[in-house]
């Protein structure tokens, strides 16, 4: 219902909504829900972050992140910028122009 809401605003809490759902299916079948760290200093490359994930990242390894979905208004945007950490969100095409290991 709110994805297909016309208004961004609606459809970037969705995404809110579904990473507390997610987090309650893995709370309850006791599966893993934030991505393997980096091994070294990297930028993380993903089709979308959940607010729970980006909170998780590991400040150390984690430099900043690119995402093929999100917007500015998405809370992972918001919290990105109050951690300080470099993010781009939006970006069409990313995960076909962008290989894993990719210097």
Do not use: K, N, Y
Not at 47 to 61: E, F, K, M, V, Y
């Amino acid at each position: 219902m709110l994805r297909a809401s016309p208004d961004p605003v609606f459809q970037a809490r969705a995404a809110d909504v579904e990473d507390v759902v997610g987090q309650l299916r893995r709370a309850l079948h006791g599966a893993g829900g934030t991505p393997p760290a980096p091994l070294q200093p990297s930028i993380v490359v993903a089709r979308d972050l959940a607010p729970s994930q980006t909170a998780g990242l590991d400040r150390a390894l984690v430099l900043g992140f690119a995402t093929e979905q999100g917007s500015a208004t998405a809370h992972t945007a918001i919290l990105a910028r109050a951690l300080g950490l470099p993010a781009v969100v939006g970006i069409a095409g990313l995960l076909e122009a962008v290989q894993d290991g990719q210097a």
